[in-house]
């Protein structure tokens, strides 16, 4: 690979849940389900825990999760998705974008850094 296409970068990071998703995937440096991703959304994006969140919420973000953001995530090859088990990995191109990815994370003042589940 030649260097992170910048578009791509912009892209995936466009969407806060994705920047969420890629946030908590960086500080792990492991492989996640999509509860555990969700569980981020809610508590980073809506600002309650996943105890307190209204059913509709949980399941919008599942939705969004599981409709949206992880395609586009693994369409881009950042990600791997194991749909059986409901698992997210990053793979070999997450680990070339992350500085990228975390440039623009950390730019955002709606995230409360670090973004951990």
Not at 53 to 74: D, F, G, S
Not at 83 to 99: C, I, K, S, W, Y
């Amino acid at each position: 690979m030649s260097g992170p296409n910048i578009d791509t970068v912009l892209d995936l990071c466009r969407d806060q849940h994705r920047r969420i998703v890629l946030a908590v995937l960086a500080d792990q440096q492991r492989s996640l389900t999509v509860n555990d991703l969700r569980n981020a959304i809610i508590k980073h994006n809506h600002h309650t825990s996943i105890t307190d969140a209204a059913t509709e919420l949980t399941t919008r973000v599942q939705i969004e999760l599981v409709h949206v953001h992880i395609p586009k995530l693994e369409e881009a090859g950042v990600i791997e998705y194991d749909m059986d088990r409901q698992l997210v990995e990053p793979t070999a191109q997450f680990d070339d974008l992350q500085p990228h990815l975390l440039t623009i994370i950390d730019a955002d003042r709606n995230l409360n850094a670090p973004v951990e589940l």
